[in-house]
Nanobody
Framework: LQLVESGGSLVQPGGSLRLPCAAS????????IGWFRQAPGKEREGISC????????NSADSVKGRFTISRDNDKNTVYLQMNSLKPEDTAIYYC??????????????????????WGQGTQVTVSS
């Protein structure tokens, strides 16, 4: 499975971005997908995830109510919709995957070690 993030850019505070995580090599419906971010000098933070069943999602308190994760099975892509962006959202954003049959098809997790495939990341900068 290969994961490719895109959509990162410079955006003003209060703006919105949608980050795609495009999967290739295997149907994304068989994987739990997580979104993570890492800002300079800070630890990696798990921010949102979706189970392989698609029936369960989870979000960090720091983004709850602002960020939404979704999946387009036809496009084999998971999206992170980010609204009401703040300067503290500035970071490199990564998506990661783990086979649902390995963990639990109804679960996802915001812990990095839970996942075994990672994308290369995309830069999001929130600044006026």
């Amino acid at each position: 499975l290969q994961l490719v993030e895109s959509g990162g850019s410079l955006v003003q505070p209060g703006g919105s971005l949608r980050l795609p995580c495009a999967a290739s090599g295997f149907p994304v419906v068989y994987y739990a997908i997580g979104w993570f971010r890492q800002a300079p000098g800070k630890e990696r933070e798990g921010i949102s995830c979706i189970s392989s069943s698609g029936g369960n999602t989870n979000s960090a308190d720091s983004v709850k109510g602002r960020f939404t994760i979704s999946r387009d099975n036809d496009k084999n892509t998971v999206y992170l919709q980010m609204n009401s962006l703040k300067p503290e959202d500035t970071a490199i954003y990564y998506c990661a995957a783990v086979p649902g049959v390995t963990v639990n098809e109804e679960l996802c997790d915001l812990s990095g070690p839970w996942y075994d495939s990672w994308g290369q990341g995309t830069q999001v900068t929130v600044s006026s």
